[in-house]
């Protein structure tokens, strides 16, 4: 007998359904109870639930382009200011209203839950916000579109008051995780710097030019689903973090260098640090030129 394809209907919940699936994530996913769960926690629960949806619709959105082998649209930006998804997947999922029923039954208000999110802090203004509402049109209109950046660990900066003066201070935006990205280690990807160019002969007698990369980091993927307007079409931002390809030497850390047996490390991870460093400096400079 054959299976019924299920629909955007089929998909959709009620709000008893959502309330049953927030409070199930509460419990095995985040490992708490209805009693001594925090804010945070309820917030990471509701977005959980949530992912269930977005989940499946990005499944559905991939085998359906992989059945038709479409080609996709691919946007590269330095920035990706994105804003909170709470509420944006919500609205775009219709489960807004449902949602804020689910949760006054359970005692809570889904506008403070909301305010638990840190803005993704990946971009730093128009050209940011730009880039954000490309990737947000192109998965609404339904066109195949992966967007690429970087994933910042300090992006927008928080600003304070001191002395008078306003200063800069890091906005750790994912200190304890971001519950819609997901890691992709099957993705991996080696990325070549530095290094010379060499002369060779080819095969065919001719000259050709070879380059010996210095350095090698590795560039690994985190996946943040991008929920279309109706949620028909859910597109992925790429966001790459740089690591370094043998970050502990093991050989220096029991010669007594404890800090030096990490160096490679720190310095491979300087590179999706922070959002535009300061290219005062020829250091800055060549960050920057690596960035891009």
Known sequence: MATKKKTDQDLQLD???????????????????????????????????VNEQVYERLTRTQQTHFKKDTRAIHYLSAEFLMGRLTSNNLHNLSLYKTCEEALGELGLDLTDLCEQEPDM????????????????????????????????????????????????????????????????????????????VETVFG?????????????????????IPVVGFGGHTVNILRLWESRASEFFDWDVFNAGGYIDSQAEKAQAETISKVLYPNDETDAGKELRLIQQ
């Open 15 to 49: 709000k008893d359904q959502l309330k049953a699936s927030i409070v199930r994530h509460l419990r095995s996913t985040l490992g708490t109870s209805e009693q001594k769960a925090s804010p945070e926690a309820w917030w990471k629960a509701t977005a959980a639930a």
């Open 121 to 196: 802090a990946l971009g730093n203004g128009g050209l940011g916000r730009l880039a954000a509402c490309f990737i947000d049109s192109l998965a609404t209109l339904n066109y195949p579109a992966v967007g690429y950046g970087i994933h910042y660990e300090h992006g927008l900066f928080r600003q304070e008051i001191q002395d008078g003066r306003q200063i800069e201070r890091p906005d750790s935006w994912r200190e304890y995780g971001n519950p819609w990205e997901i890691c992709r280690p099957e993705s991996v990807q080696e990325v070549p710097l530095y290094g010379y």
């Open 203 to 223: 095969d065919n007698g001719g000259l050709k030019k070879v380059w010996h990369a210095g350095r090698k980091i590795k560039g690994v993927p985190w996946d």
